[in-house]
């Protein structure tokens, strides 16, 4: 774990420079829109180790699968999402030397990364080997006013010479992904051009075929007059800019303000997408980066205003949340049913910017509570429109009859995982989908949901585990076999009790749902409700679930005590994390847990089980679980706080918050754990408040955490925005906007009418 980055409530902040930490730091301080977004890369020349990253939403390559053996049905690739044409770019020479921090001595550095207003701001002084020195303030933003556009404002002040400065603003489309199977470029060159003090850059992809143009303007300043600098054009293999030289004395501030934009051919057509392109640089060029700076202020606030969490009594408790927040709300808008969200969001390579079943399992109630309606709906649609997709992957592994497996990874609806205990076994992500539709229904009331889109997904899904069961002889009980659970750390074993419970629970939910089945979707999908109605009935009622009833739990999976039995507070941590120094043989024959597993089941249905039941689980499996999944400490949270475990409920809480600004599991330089922050939101909203919805109504049974004064967050629910605030002697209910509405706080039944205030009082919070 490192802690190097500073604690304040509104700010991410990293004061002096460490080579070391810096694709660490890339990754924490990286920006975005929803439509594209950038690592936290220097826009200068920086020969040090970086990831230099630049992506582009939907805009994705198959990358040929790279394994030592084939299996039928394994995916022909993994799909990835594109490192673009990098728009930042700058290239500072003086009087021959390249600022380059990597050669150069650094003081004074500070990179901030301003989550009220939305921008990156980095300051440093640089030694050049001649002696030379001058000090820079580098700032910008991904627009979220303008969502194809991003702006920069770099300024250098000589602070012990008089010179030339020669000044290259370029973008560069010659960038590789990091993770490529093969070590191939992605792109091919379209068309490339420079004029005056613009450039234009087309890519396409290969195999895919998608366009994005790159478009670029920059001027330079100096006491606040633009210069008429003659520009000379610079133009290699995908490399287009162009070039300045300016004269600078000791003191003067030399500005240079970038305007940039990427348009992809998702969303304008090929014949016009450069032409596009020079509108939206030419329209954002024309408001300046004062105004577009101001918008993105005014933007961000709106979205404070509906999604944030306030903690009072706890800096680094408030710091963390918010950075969850702020980096959702940078990956995801909702605005497009096309696009979903990567685990790592636009923040780096690994997992791909593929589609997971993070999406469904903790995505789904941060954007239901937190945006419009339209916005869960639209993650939903995205799977309803893949549902065809998903029987051909059925088809693939041998199922028929319109079964329907969601893949473990995908762009376009495909399965292209490429290890095979995750792409054939690991099948409870279909019951994520199957429950993200109940979950949503549920929340907004929208049952109207299932006629139109929902409930020809849970067919699918309930035809694939009818077939995914088999009949044991011996046990005079339906087993499921061969299959990987949500804890990774275990591969091919049988009857693992989540992916079975909730195997179950989707054909139960499938049977309740055809409720809303219209002749239609009977006709749609061929569905014989007599024959396929019972067949499900029998699988429920004779399902097997290992457990073991001397301890009073549920088991993993067949066969789990048969394991050593250590604990994770008796491991050396030098041994820490298993997946860095263990061997993967050590791995799955140790009882060690990755993540919530027969928790994630008590989480998903949670009132399926009394108090006694969970704490009996909670106690014997979470001492096991190392947490060496992003998606772990979030749902331990929730449960312990169900609990009244005050103090483990922090603990996880604040794993979760900061796991990568501090670092927890030695890999944020990979990228950030976007879906994870989700979880994190969960955790204050879910766990600590102890919200749910029962029948319609909201619930709240809340604590507040020791260290904490109390803490406040505003949510949609219907047609009604609530704020909610909680200290140590009251839970107050706002009714912000929308009619009256029923809650529940404590089982005590309260109406908080439109425009109105309730309190309640005369209870003991603290944890």
């Known amino acids: 774990m490192k802690q190097y980055i500073k604690v304040d409530e509104w700010n991410i902040i990293e004061e002096g420079f460490v080579p070391d930490y810096n694709k660490i730091s890339e990754s924490i301080f990286s920006l975005g829109n929803g439509r594209m977004g950038q690592r936290g890369n220097f826009e200068e020349t920086y020969s040090g180790e970086t990831l230099q990253g630049s992506y582009v939403a939907g805009i994705y390559y198959p990358d040929k699968t790279r394994v030592g053996w084939w299996k039928n049905g394994y995916p022909e690739y993994f799909a990835k999402v594109l490192n673009a044409a990098n728009w930042i770019g700058l290239e500072i020479r003086i009087e021959g030397e390249v600022l380059d921090l990597h050669h150069a001595t650094v003081s004074d550095f500070r990179r901030v990364l301003n989550?009220?207003?939305?921008?990156?701001?980095?300051?440093?002084?640089?030694?050049?080997?001649?002696?030379?020195?001058?000090?820079?303030?580098?700032?910008?933003?991904?627009?979220?006013?303008?969502?194809?556009?991003?702006?920069?404002?770099?300024?250098?002040?000589?602070?012990?010479?008089?010179?030339?400065?020669?000044?290259?603003?370029?973008?560069?489309?010659?960038?590789?992904?990091?993770?490529?199977?093969?070590?191939?470029?992605?792109w091919e060159l379209v068309a490339g051009s420079t004029k005056g003090n613009s450039a234009y850059l087309t890519l396409r992809t290969r195999k895919t075929g998608f366009d994005v143009c790159t478009g670029m303007q920059f001027h330079v300043y100096q006491a606040d007059n633009q210069l008429a600098s003659a520009v000379t054009a610079v133009e290699k293999d995908k490399f287009v800019g162009g070039k300045v030289s300016v004269a600078?004395?000791?003191?003067?501030?030399?500005?240079?303000?970038?305007?940039?934009?990427?348009?992809?051919?998702?969303?304008?057509?090929?014949?016009?997408?450069?032409?596009?392109?020079?509108?939206?640089?030419?329209a954002v060029a024309a408001k300046g980066f004062e105004k577009l700076q101001e918008e993105q202020a005014a933007a961000w606030a709106a979205k404070w205003e509906e999604s944030d969490i306030m903690i009072t009594g706890d800096a680094a408790a408030q710091q963390g949340i918010r950075f969850n927040i702020f980096q959702l709300n940078q990956t995801y808008t909702g605005e497009d049913a096309r696009l979903n969200i990567g685990p790592k969001g636009f923040t780096g390579e690994k997992y791909g910017g593929s589609t997971y079943w993070d999406t469904e399992a903790y995505c789904i109630p941060f954007y239901l509570a937190t945006a419009e309606q339209q916005v869960a709906r639209n993650l939903l649609v995205y799977r309803y429109n893949q549902l065809d997709k998903a029987i051909e992957n059925a088809g693939k592994l041998g199922f028929n009859k319109g079964a329907a497996l969601y893949p473990m990874v995908t762009m376009n609806g495909e399965e292209c995982h490429n290890e095979w205990e995750i792409t054939f076994e690991e099948i409870h992500r279909n019951a994520a989908i199957a429950f993200a539709i109940y979950n949503y229904i549920r929340y907004t009331g929208?049952?109207?949901?299932?006629?139109?889109?929902?409930?020809?997904?849970?067919?699918?899904?309930?035809?694939?585990?009818?077939?995914?069961?088999?009949?044991?002889?011996?046990?005079?009980?339906?087993?499921?076999?061969?299959?990987?659970?949500?804890?990774?750390?275990?591969?091919?074993?049988?009857?693992?009790?989540?992916?079975?419970?909730?195997a179950t629970w989707c054909l139960q939910y499938t049977i309740e749902a055809l409720a809303h089945s219209t002749d239609a979707i009977i006709k749609k999908t061929a569905f014989d409700a007599g024959t396929e109605v019972a067949q499900w009935q029998h699988i429920i009622d004779n399902m097997y679930y290992p457990e073991d009833a001397g301890r009073g739990i549920f088991l993993q999976q067949d066969n789990y005590l048969d394991k050593e039995q250590i604990l994770v507070k008796d491991l050396d941590p030098v041994q820490r994390p298993l997946n860095q120094k263990w061997s993967w043989d050590r791995i799955l024959r140790s009882c060690f847990i990755k993540q919530a597993d027969v928790l994630q089941g008590f989480y998903f249905l949670e009132d399926r089980f009394d108090m006694d039941t969970l704490r009996r689980n909670f106690d014997f499996y979470e001492p096991?679980?190392?947490?060496?999944?992003?998606?772990?400490?979030?749902?331990?949270?929730?449960?312990?706080?169900?609990?009244?475990?005050?103090?483990?409920?922090?603990?996880?809480?604040?794993?979760?918050?900061?796991?990568?600004?501090?670092?927890?599991?030695?890999?944020?330089?990979?990228?950030?754990?976007?879906?994870?922050?989700?979880?994190?939101?969960?955790?204050?909203?879910?766990?600590?408040?102890?919200?749910?919805?029962?029948?319609?109504?909201?619930?709240?049974?809340?604590?507040?955490?020791?260290?904490?004064?109390?803490?406040?967050?505003?949510?949609?629910?219907?047609?009604?925005i609530l704020k909610v605030e909680i200290d140590k002697h009251r839970v107050v209910i706002e009714n912000k906007e929308g009619g009256d509405i029923t809650v529940n706080v404590f089982d005590d039944t309260f109406t908080v009418k439109a425009g109105a205030v309730v309190q309640v009082n005369n209870r003991n919070l603290v944890s």
Not at 125 to 134: D, F, M, R, V, Y
Not at 156 to 170: A, H, R, V, W, Y
Not at 253 to 267: P, Q
Request: with cysteine; hydrophobic share 35%; glycine share 6%.
């Open 115 to 186: 989550m009220k207003e939305g921008y990156l701001e980095r300051t440093f002084t640089a030694t050049l080997a001649s002696g030379k020195q001058l000090a820079v303030r580098a700032t910008r933003f991904c627009s979220i006013v303008d969502d194809e556009a991003g702006a920069l404002r770099y300024s250098i002040t000589p602070l012990n010479f008089d010179g030339q400065i020669e000044i290259t603003s370029f973008i560069d489309g010659g960038i590789r992904n990091q993770d490529s199977n093969y070590d191939e470029g992605f």
């Open 248 to 282: 600078v004395t000791r003191n003067q501030e030399t500005v240079i303000v970038k305007y940039a934009a990427n348009l992809s051919s998702e969303n304008h057509s090929r014949a016009d997408l450069l032409a596009e392109c020079q509108k939206v640089v030419a």
């Open 446 to 502: 929208d049952t109207a949901y299932l006629a139109e889109y929902g409930l020809e997904v849970l067919i699918g899904i309930a035809r694939f585990w009818a077939q995914r069961v088999n009949w044991s002889e011996a046990r005079q009980q339906y087993v499921m076999l061969g299959v990987t659970g949500p804890n990774e750390y275990e591969n091919n074993v049988n009857n693992n009790w989540y992916t079975s419970t909730m």
């Open 624 to 720: 096991r679980t190392v947490h060496e999944s992003s998606l772990s400490p979030c749902i331990h949270a929730i449960l312990a706080a169900k609990l009244g475990d005050g103090e483990r409920a922090y603990e996880f809480y604040l794993r979760t918050s900061r796991l990568d600004l501090d670092d927890y599991n030695n890999d944020t330089e990979d990228g950030l754990h976007i879906t994870s922050m989700a979880g994190t939101w969960m955790s204050v909203v879910e766990g600590f408040a102890g919200m749910r919805v029962r029948d319609g109504q909201l619930r709240f049974t809340p604590f507040l955490p020791e260290s904490w004064q109390s803490f406040a967050f505003s949510i949609r629910f219907r047609k009604n």
